[in-house]
Protein backbone atom coordinates (compact mmCIF):
# COMPACT_ATOMS: atom_id res chain seq x y z
CA UNK A 1 0.00 0.00 0.00
CA UNK A 2 1.19 3.54 -0.86
CA UNK A 3 -0.04 6.83 0.33
CA UNK A 4 0.59 10.28 -1.25
CA UNK A 5 1.31 13.36 1.68
CA UNK A 6 2.01 16.63 1.19
CA UNK A 7 5.07 18.44 2.15
CA UNK A 8 5.45 21.90 1.83
CA UNK A 9 8.90 22.84 1.03
CA UNK A 10 11.06 26.46 1.49
CA UNK A 11 9.11 29.14 0.42
CA UNK A 12 5.79 27.50 0.17
CA UNK A 13 6.36 24.87 -2.36
CA UNK A 14 3.83 21.34 -2.19
CA UNK A 15 6.07 18.64 -2.58
CA UNK A 16 4.78 14.95 -2.89
CA UNK A 17 6.13 12.66 -0.68
CA UNK A 18 5.14 8.70 -0.91
CA UNK A 19 4.68 6.35 2.12
CA UNK A 20 4.84 2.98 1.92
CA UNK A 21 2.88 1.66 4.32
CA UNK A 22 3.09 -2.20 5.72
CA UNK A 23 3.08 -3.39 9.00
CA UNK A 24 7.09 -3.70 10.32
CA UNK A 25 7.94 -7.16 10.69
CA UNK A 26 8.75 -8.18 14.92
CA UNK A 27 6.86 -5.38 16.65
CA UNK A 28 4.00 -4.24 18.90
CA UNK A 29 1.41 -2.55 18.17
CA UNK A 30 2.81 1.11 18.69
CA UNK A 31 6.39 0.44 18.04
CA UNK A 32 7.69 2.95 16.39
CA UNK A 33 9.91 2.30 13.11
CA UNK A 34 12.59 3.71 12.53
CA UNK A 35 12.56 6.45 9.68
CA UNK A 36 13.45 6.10 6.01
CA UNK A 37 13.72 8.58 3.27
CA UNK A 38 14.70 7.80 0.12
CA UNK A 39 16.04 11.00 -2.48
CA UNK A 40 15.98 10.51 -5.88
CA UNK A 41 18.59 12.29 -8.43
CA UNK A 42 18.43 14.71 -11.00
CA UNK A 43 15.36 13.79 -13.41
CA UNK A 44 14.25 10.80 -10.85
CA UNK A 45 11.43 10.70 -9.32
CA UNK A 46 9.73 8.73 -5.46
CA UNK A 47 7.99 6.29 -7.85
CA UNK A 48 11.58 5.11 -8.76
CA UNK A 49 12.37 3.82 -5.01
CA UNK A 50 8.83 1.01 -5.13
CA UNK A 51 10.80 -1.99 -5.32
CA UNK A 52 13.50 -0.86 -2.77
CA UNK A 53 10.55 1.08 -0.78
CA UNK A 54 8.41 -1.96 -0.31
CA UNK A 55 11.26 -3.92 1.21
CA UNK A 56 12.07 -1.61 3.43
CA UNK A 57 9.00 -1.35 4.79
CA UNK A 58 8.95 -4.82 6.17
CA UNK A 59 10.74 -3.21 9.21
CA UNK A 60 11.11 0.77 9.08
CA UNK A 61 8.95 3.60 7.98
CA UNK A 62 9.76 3.90 4.35
CA UNK A 63 8.80 7.39 2.52
CA UNK A 64 10.13 8.91 -1.17
CA UNK A 65 10.18 12.59 -1.88
CA UNK A 66 9.38 13.85 -5.44
CA UNK A 67 11.78 16.93 -5.32
CA UNK A 68 11.09 20.48 -6.28
CA UNK A 69 10.82 20.48 -10.30
CA UNK A 70 10.44 16.98 -10.32
CA UNK A 71 7.65 13.95 -10.03
CA UNK A 72 3.90 15.24 -8.90
CA UNK A 73 5.90 18.02 -6.83
CA UNK A 74 5.89 21.57 -7.58
CA UNK A 75 7.80 22.94 -10.89
CA UNK A 76 8.18 26.86 -10.23
CA UNK A 77 9.22 28.48 -12.87
CA UNK A 78 11.79 30.70 -11.53
CA UNK A 79 12.89 28.08 -9.03
CA UNK A 80 14.68 28.29 -7.26
CA UNK A 81 16.54 25.40 -7.33
CA UNK A 82 19.77 25.82 -5.90
CA UNK A 83 21.52 23.61 -2.87
CA UNK A 84 20.39 24.69 -0.15
CA UNK A 85 16.73 24.97 -1.18
CA UNK A 86 16.91 21.35 -2.13
CA UNK A 87 18.53 20.62 1.63
CA UNK A 88 15.38 22.76 3.12
CA UNK A 89 13.23 20.74 1.76
CA UNK A 90 14.57 17.47 3.26
CA UNK A 91 14.80 18.69 6.32
CA UNK A 92 11.37 20.40 5.97
CA UNK A 93 9.92 16.30 4.68
CA UNK A 94 11.67 14.99 8.03
CA UNK A 95 10.31 16.95 10.44
CA UNK A 96 6.92 17.60 8.98
CA UNK A 97 6.84 13.56 8.37
CA UNK A 98 8.28 12.93 11.94
CA UNK A 99 11.01 10.55 10.27
CA UNK A 100 13.55 11.84 13.25
CA UNK A 101 16.11 10.34 13.89
CA UNK A 102 15.97 9.38 10.13
CA UNK A 103 18.41 7.27 7.67
CA UNK A 104 18.54 8.93 3.88
CA UNK A 105 18.97 6.52 1.17
CA UNK A 106 20.03 9.29 -2.09
CA UNK A 107 20.85 8.38 -5.59
CA UNK A 108 23.54 10.73 -7.49
CA UNK A 109 21.95 14.38 -7.08
CA UNK A 110 19.85 12.89 -3.75
CA UNK A 111 22.71 11.55 -2.24
CA UNK A 112 24.64 14.69 -2.42
CA UNK A 113 21.16 16.70 -0.86
CA UNK A 114 21.50 13.94 1.91
CA UNK A 115 25.35 14.22 3.24
CA UNK A 116 24.88 18.13 3.06
CA UNK A 117 21.35 17.44 5.46
CA UNK A 118 23.85 15.29 7.51
CA UNK A 119 26.04 18.11 8.31
CA UNK A 120 23.78 20.85 8.67
CA UNK A 121 21.08 18.93 10.72
CA UNK A 122 23.18 15.91 12.46
CA UNK A 123 20.52 15.82 15.18
CA UNK A 124 17.77 14.35 12.13
CA UNK A 125 20.55 12.01 10.53
CA UNK A 126 20.89 8.53 11.62
CA UNK A 127 22.42 7.02 8.92
CA UNK A 128 22.69 7.70 5.16
CA UNK A 129 23.09 5.64 1.79
CA UNK A 130 24.84 7.83 -0.97
CA UNK A 131 24.35 6.06 -4.38
CA UNK A 132 26.55 6.37 -7.30
CA UNK A 133 27.43 10.30 -6.18
CA UNK A 134 30.94 11.94 -6.67
CA UNK A 135 32.25 14.19 -4.16
CA UNK A 136 34.45 15.92 -6.72
CA UNK A 137 34.04 18.62 -9.26
CA UNK A 138 32.74 17.68 -12.56
CA UNK A 139 33.24 21.00 -13.90
CA UNK A 140 32.23 23.25 -17.16
CA UNK A 141 32.68 20.71 -19.52
CA UNK A 142 30.43 18.05 -18.25
CA UNK A 143 27.59 20.71 -17.99
CA UNK A 144 28.12 21.21 -21.83
CA UNK A 145 27.52 17.79 -22.40
CA UNK A 146 24.46 17.83 -20.81
CA UNK A 147 22.88 20.71 -22.44
CA UNK A 148 24.46 19.00 -25.76
CA UNK A 149 22.59 15.68 -24.37
CA UNK A 150 19.47 17.21 -24.01
CA UNK A 151 19.16 18.80 -27.28
CA UNK A 152 19.37 15.09 -28.84
CA UNK A 153 16.26 14.07 -27.22
CA UNK A 154 13.60 13.47 -30.04
CA UNK A 155 11.00 14.76 -28.25
CA UNK A 156 7.80 14.51 -28.53
CA UNK A 157 8.14 10.69 -28.23
CA UNK A 158 5.17 8.91 -30.01
CA UNK A 159 4.71 6.32 -27.71
CA UNK A 160 6.18 5.06 -24.76
CA UNK A 161 8.07 2.33 -26.45
CA UNK A 162 9.72 4.71 -28.65
CA UNK A 163 10.95 6.53 -25.22
CA UNK A 164 11.58 3.29 -24.02
CA UNK A 165 13.84 2.34 -27.40
CA UNK A 166 15.22 5.81 -27.35
CA UNK A 167 16.64 5.61 -23.94
CA UNK A 168 17.31 1.87 -23.78
CA UNK A 169 19.10 1.42 -27.30
CA UNK A 170 19.26 4.99 -29.57
CA UNK A 171 20.71 7.23 -26.90
CA UNK A 172 24.33 8.15 -28.14
CA UNK A 173 25.34 7.77 -24.46
CA UNK A 174 23.66 4.30 -24.37
CA UNK A 175 26.88 2.28 -25.36
CA UNK A 176 25.10 -1.23 -25.31
CA UNK A 177 21.54 -2.17 -24.95
CA UNK A 178 19.99 -1.29 -21.19
CA UNK A 179 16.22 -1.95 -20.91
CA UNK A 180 16.61 -0.69 -17.68
CA UNK A 181 17.28 2.24 -18.55
CA UNK A 182 14.19 2.46 -21.21
CA UNK A 183 12.02 1.88 -18.30
CA UNK A 184 13.80 4.60 -16.15
CA UNK A 185 13.03 7.23 -18.54
CA UNK A 186 9.67 6.11 -19.21
CA UNK A 187 8.77 6.69 -15.80
CA UNK A 188 9.07 10.19 -15.91
CA UNK A 189 7.17 10.76 -19.05
CA UNK A 190 3.23 11.89 -19.45
CA UNK A 191 1.07 11.98 -22.57
CA UNK A 192 0.69 15.35 -23.87
CA UNK A 193 -1.42 16.92 -26.97
CA UNK A 194 1.91 16.14 -29.20
CA UNK A 195 3.17 13.18 -27.85
CA UNK A 196 5.03 12.04 -24.35
CA UNK A 197 7.20 13.96 -22.94
CA UNK A 198 9.29 14.74 -19.87
CA UNK A 199 7.24 15.34 -16.53
CA UNK A 200 10.26 18.39 -15.91
CA UNK A 201 11.80 21.10 -17.62
CA UNK A 202 15.37 19.98 -18.79
CA UNK A 203 16.22 23.73 -18.87
CA UNK A 204 14.82 23.08 -14.59
CA UNK A 205 17.23 20.12 -14.32
CA UNK A 206 20.35 22.18 -16.21
CA UNK A 207 19.82 25.09 -13.66
CA UNK A 208 19.26 22.18 -10.58
CA UNK A 209 22.82 20.96 -11.61
CA UNK A 210 24.70 23.80 -11.70
CA UNK A 211 24.63 24.47 -8.61
CA UNK A 212 27.01 21.45 -7.37
CA UNK A 213 29.27 20.63 -10.82
CA UNK A 214 31.41 23.36 -10.63
CA UNK A 215 32.11 22.61 -6.71
CA UNK A 216 34.31 19.57 -4.77
CA UNK A 217 32.05 18.44 -1.86
CA UNK A 218 34.89 16.54 0.22
CA UNK A 219 35.15 19.19 2.44
CA UNK A 220 31.43 18.76 3.48
CA UNK A 221 31.86 14.90 3.23
CA UNK A 222 34.51 14.82 6.03
CA UNK A 223 31.80 16.71 8.19
CA UNK A 224 29.26 13.79 8.07
CA UNK A 225 29.52 12.31 11.27
CA UNK A 226 26.88 9.56 11.11
CA UNK A 227 27.58 6.10 10.08
CA UNK A 228 27.73 6.00 6.00
CA UNK A 229 27.21 3.56 3.12
CA UNK A 230 28.86 4.41 -0.24
CA UNK A 231 27.66 2.63 -2.44
CA UNK A 232 28.83 2.29 -6.35
CA UNK A 233 27.36 0.36 -9.33
CA UNK A 234 30.61 -1.27 -11.11
CA UNK A 235 29.67 0.55 -14.51
CA UNK A 236 28.34 3.89 -12.54
CA UNK A 237 30.02 7.03 -12.68
CA UNK A 238 31.53 6.91 -9.81
CA UNK A 239 35.20 5.25 -9.84
CA UNK A 240 36.02 2.58 -7.54
CA UNK A 241 39.42 4.70 -6.01
CA UNK A 242 37.17 8.01 -5.87
CA UNK A 243 34.14 5.89 -3.61
CA UNK A 244 37.06 4.38 -1.80
CA UNK A 245 38.48 7.80 -0.55
CA UNK A 246 35.43 9.05 0.37
CA UNK A 247 35.10 6.25 2.42
CA UNK A 248 38.69 7.03 3.99
CA UNK A 249 37.62 10.67 4.15
CA UNK A 250 34.24 9.62 6.28
CA UNK A 251 34.56 9.21 9.61
CA UNK A 252 32.33 6.64 9.40
CA UNK A 253 32.42 5.17 5.95
CA UNK A 254 31.48 2.22 4.93
CA UNK A 255 31.77 0.34 1.29
CA UNK A 256 29.78 -1.19 -0.90
CA UNK A 257 29.39 -2.02 -4.67
CA UNK A 258 26.79 -3.94 -6.88
CA UNK A 259 27.77 -6.22 -10.23
CA UNK A 260 26.20 -5.55 -13.50
CA UNK A 261 25.18 -2.27 -12.42
CA UNK A 262 25.36 0.81 -14.09
CA UNK A 263 24.46 4.53 -12.99
CA UNK A 264 20.98 3.53 -11.99
CA UNK A 265 21.86 1.14 -9.31
CA UNK A 266 18.48 0.46 -6.68
CA UNK A 267 16.80 0.56 -10.27
CA UNK A 268 19.01 -1.61 -12.89
CA UNK A 269 20.08 -4.14 -10.27
CA UNK A 270 17.27 -4.22 -7.34
CA UNK A 271 18.44 -8.05 -5.82
CA UNK A 272 22.16 -6.74 -5.98
CA UNK A 273 21.25 -3.07 -4.72
CA UNK A 274 18.73 -4.85 -1.89
CA UNK A 275 22.03 -7.07 -1.12
CA UNK A 276 24.98 -4.52 -0.39
CA UNK A 277 22.41 -2.34 1.35
CA UNK A 278 20.20 -4.03 3.56
CA UNK A 279 22.79 -5.15 6.25
CA UNK A 280 24.25 -1.54 6.72
CA UNK A 281 20.50 -0.89 7.57
CA UNK A 282 19.93 -3.78 10.04
CA UNK A 283 23.04 -2.22 12.26
CA UNK A 284 20.10 0.50 13.32
CA UNK A 285 16.46 -1.42 12.64
CA UNK A 286 16.15 -1.58 16.75
CA UNK A 287 18.19 1.40 17.24
CA UNK A 288 16.44 3.65 19.64
CA UNK A 289 17.44 7.63 19.39
CA UNK A 290 19.29 7.24 22.44
CA UNK A 291 21.51 4.85 21.29
CA UNK A 292 22.61 6.45 18.26
CA UNK A 293 26.63 6.56 19.80
CA UNK A 294 26.64 2.84 20.17
CA UNK A 295 26.33 2.08 16.21
CA UNK A 296 29.19 0.36 15.00
CA UNK A 297 31.17 1.21 12.41
Not at 60 to 65: D, P, T
Not at 102 to 117: D, E, K, N, R, S
Not at 209 to 238: I, K, M, N, S, Y
Request: glycine residues 8%.
Amino acid sequence: MVRRIDVTGTGGVRLAAWEFAEPPKGRAEGDRAPGVLLLHGLMGRAAHWAPTARWLAERHRAVALDQRGHGRSDKPADGPYTRDVYVADAEAAIEQLDLAPVTLVGHAMGALTAWQLAVKRPDLVRALVVSDMRASALGAASQREWDDWFRTWPVPFATLSDVRKWFGEDDPWVERPNPARGEYFAEVMAERADGWRPVFSRRQMLQSRATWVFDAHWEELAQVDCPTLVLRGLDGELGRAEAQEMVRVLPRGQYAEVADAGHLVHYDQPEGWRAAVEPFLEQFAEETPGDREAVPT
